[in-house]
């Protein structure tokens, strides 16, 4: 079977870094190194509510104009926005 996913070489990627068309799994969610208006275990929390879990398919659909932010992303069979410095916990491969 062969897959579609990006790997990079199976070097982890954040979503924050990841481009439009980037597809990934999630390996983890680091909130502790985000500057985030939120405290880093509200962060996490909120990340894992919002479906960013542990093997989780994650494709990047869509930039905003500015910054590129925030991004819409599919996460399984959902699609969600997300800005871009909260999306740099979320970890890819």
Excluded at 52 to 79: C, M, Q, S, W, Y
């Amino acid at each position: 079977m062969t897959s579609n996913l990006h790997h990079n070489g199976h070097q982890p990627i954040l979503l924050g870094n990841a481009r439009r068309g980037y597809r990934g799994i999630v390996q983890a969610i680091d909130s502790q190194r985000v500057a985030s208006a939120l405290q880093p275990v509200e962060l996490e929390s909120r990340l894992i509510e919002l479906g960013f879990v542990e093997g989780a398919k994650v494709e990047v659909l869509h930039e905003g104009i500015i910054g590129r932010d925030p991004i819409a992303v599919r996460v399984d069979n959902i699609t969600i926005a997300v800005r871009r410095r909260e999306a740099m916990a979320v970890v890819l491969m």
